[in-house]
């Protein structure tokens, strides 16, 4: 996974020089998170999700996004008499490379893959206080996104993703497996506004602008 991010970077770099209009800005948002493979069921553990992003217009219809990211995920559950508790807490540094498809307009559905680094882990296995996690979690995740985004005004978005992981992000106890099923999995869902602080669309308009304004000048249309 560690050679996996600068390639990654690689490819969008080189999308963003090929594209010539870029743009980029902030997003804030909160997650509602489970962890498939304990013993709860259901969005349960909510928190915080915000960072920067940039992006480049590919072609009419295709963005590149690269977002930096810090994310609370995790897992919560309490039986109904209130005799057991459990809540795990997983801070994460995450870095989601994605492609936008443009469609009715204001819409947009997006399709990529994110590395994590999990900047901190803990539990509470009997609603007392916080532990660290034990047994302990991977230190990064490799996760698969899928969202949708609409354009509420010029330079808001509201966007809506599914974020699940690839790979496990702890084993089962007793190190179990179960065909497909590794040991344990983020399961998380994240609503947030973006704010684009430079439009990639603008940057080209303006661009192409200024290129036709030189052109007439110097009598070449």
Not at 96 to 117: D, M, T, W
Request: charged fraction near 20%; proline fraction near 3%.
């Amino acid at each position: 996974m560690k050679n996996l991010i600068p390639v990654l970077l690689f490819i969008l770099t080189t999308h963003v020089v090929s594209a010539q209009t870029f743009g980029g800005g902030v997003f804030v948002g909160l997650s509602a998170s489970q962890l498939d493979g304990d013993r709860s069921s259901g969005y349960h553990k909510a928190g915080l999700a915000f960072g920067i992003y940039t992006n480049a217009r590919l072609n009419k219809y295709v963005d590149a996004q690269m977002e930096l990211k810090y994310i609370q995920k995790g897992s919560k559950w309490e039986s109904e008499d209130q005799t057991v508790f459990y809540q795990s807490k997983l801070n994460y540094v995450e870095l989601p490379i994605f492609l936008k498809y443009h469609f009715l307009g204001r819409f947009s559905a997006n399709i990529g893959i994110a590395a994590g680094y999990l900047q901190k882990a803990t539990e509470n296995k009997d609603g007392i206080g916080d532990e660290p996690a034990d047994p302990p979690f991977n230190p990064f995740e490799l996760s698969g996104l899928a969202g949708v985004e609409y354009q509420i005004i010029e330079n808001l978005f509201f966007n809506v993703r599914f974020n699940y992981s690839i790979l496990a992000v702890r084993d089962h106890p007793g190190d179990q497996s179960f065909f497909l099923n590794r040991g344990q999995y983020n399961n998380v869902l994240t609503f947030a506004v973006y704010y684009q602080l430079a439009n990639a669309n603008k940057n080209g308009k303006k661009k192409a602008c200024d290129c036709n304004n030189r052109s007439k000048r110097f009598g070449l249309r």
